[in-house]
């Protein structure tokens, strides 16, 4: 087992990384819980294959599962899940010192993490993630939030677990589609920060993709240190840090609520072409060379992962897009900071992108063949 700290002080926690973590799940939670029954939120595509195991592995502890399992998809993470997750913790009466458990990936971390952020002010919460995207990148970190119809994650709070159990062993069931969409997190950190890891994904990624455990682990293990290295460092996203987390999401999120947040395109691809964009943007300004463009393109594509706007098959212009970007969280005083690319592992956050720049920039896009 890989343990990797996330060093915030008193809110500081671990990530453990490994096989099995699923059915050791009880031992590995018990120091944190103090009661005889533990909340814990799914979906209903996780419960059916990892409900059973979990369910076991508390039952040896004598601990009591009561579960809340709810439908999957990008569609739950909304006001009306919300109010349905929270309501279902004060009827179990959860008070602050305890934690409830998010078994899931992305979508059920996100949103159990927020309902734990705000109910009674803040109770404990533990990550169970169960998709790569989430073992890599969601579940660390703290960030929680829903959608809204104005956009992506508009509503949350940083709100840190007190533990991850990330279970490789649970990638086994992840269909083939979600384990690209969680890579394209993956690839994020070595274009972000790390040309070494971008290289070694190069030659190694269709073992990670294909779960080949030596080769999983590692790309597990480099990226959530990488997270928590940004996080220790800007836990807030106010320095110009955690930002670099945000590569490709300014396009992507754009993208994602241009498709209404649906099975289209999932997040993790539209980081994939996001990052694509934001290199080839990087390009038009002079900032990296055309053939690092293309080599993060390749890359993309290498993994199955989109690389063209065209492709989805959009009913609007760059405009539009441009619109949507708006509503980001970076926005600051009218202007929108960039992630863009110095070099493959170098990125950066420009604050003099204009907005017409960028429309102009997509509508090229869009209109290439
Ligand atoms: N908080 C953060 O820092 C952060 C970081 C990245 C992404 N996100 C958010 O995460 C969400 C995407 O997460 P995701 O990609 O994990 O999507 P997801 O939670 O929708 O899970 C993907 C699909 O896989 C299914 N699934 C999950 N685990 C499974 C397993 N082991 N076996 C079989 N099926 C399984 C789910 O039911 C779902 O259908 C987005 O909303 C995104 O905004 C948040
Ligand atoms: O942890 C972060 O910081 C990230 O930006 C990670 C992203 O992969 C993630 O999708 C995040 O939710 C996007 O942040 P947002 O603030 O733009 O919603
Ligand atoms: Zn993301």
Redesign the pocket.
């Known amino acids: 087992m890989a343990v990797v700290p996330v060093e915030l002080g008193g809110r500081s926690y671990e990530v453990r990384i490994g096989k099995d973590l699923l059915r050791d799940a009880a031992r590995q939670c018990a120091p944190l819980l103090r009661k005889s029954s533990v909340p814990i939120v799914t979906?209903?595509?996780?419960a059916?294959?990892?409900r059973e195991p979990v369910e076991a592995s508390f039952a040896r502890e004598g601990v009591e599962p009561h579960w809340l399992v709810l439908d999957?998809?990008?569609a739950?993470?909304s006001w009306e899940n919300l109010q349905r997750v929270t309501d279902w913790l004060l009827a179990e009466q959860v008070e602050r010192g305890d934690h409830v458990l998010a078994l899931?990936?992305?979508?059920?971390?996100?949103l159990v993490?927020f309902a734990a952020a705000i109910l009674k002010r803040g109770c404990g919460f533990i990550q169970l993630?169960?998709?790569?995207?989430?073992q890599v990148?969601?579940?660390?970190?703290?960030?929680?939030?829903i959608?809204t119809g104005a956009g992506?994650?508009l509503i949350g709070a940083f709100h840190q677990p007190s533990l991850v159990l990330a279970d490789l062993g649970?990638?086994?069931?992840?269909?083939d589609r979600?384990m690209r969409?969680?890579y394209a997190?993956v690839l994020k950190y070595g274009v972000l920060g790390d040309a070494p890891f971008f290289d070694w994904l190069s030659a190694h990624g269709v073992e990670v993709l294909a779960r080949e455990e030596g080769s999983l682990e590692h790309a597990v293990a480099t990226s959530v240190a990488a997270k928590a290295r940004i996080v220790a460092e800007d836990e807030r996203e106010t320095a110009d840090r955690r930002a670099l987390?945000n590569l490709g999401h300014t396009f992507g999120?754009a993208l994602?609520a241009e498709t209404g947040?649906s099975d289209r395109l999932?997040?993790?691809e539209a980081?994939a072409l996001g990052m694509v964009l934001a290199a080839r943007y990087s390009a038009r300004r002079g900032e990296i060379s055309d053939a690092d463009a293309e080599r993060v393109t390749r890359a993309v594509n290498a993994a199955g992962l989109p690389s063209e706007i065209t492709a989805l098959g959009l009913d609007c212009d760059g405009r539009r897009l441009a619109e949507h970007m708006l509503h980001d969280k970076k926005m600051d005083a009218g202007t929108l900071p960039f992630v863009l690319l110095r070099a493959i592992g170098d990125a950066y956050v420009a604050r003099d992108v204009e907005l017409a720049d960028i429309t102009e920039f997509l509508n090229g896009e869009l209109r290439a063949d």
């Open positions: 979906d209903a595509n996780v059916r294959r990892w999957p998809g990008e739950a993470k899931g990936g992305g979508v059920i971390g996100d993490g993630p169960t998709t790569l995207l989430a990148d969601s579940s660390v970190g703290g960030k929680t939030a959608n992506k994650n649970a990638l086994a069931t992840l269909p979600e969409a969680g997190e987390l999120h994602e947040f999932l997040h993790g980081v």
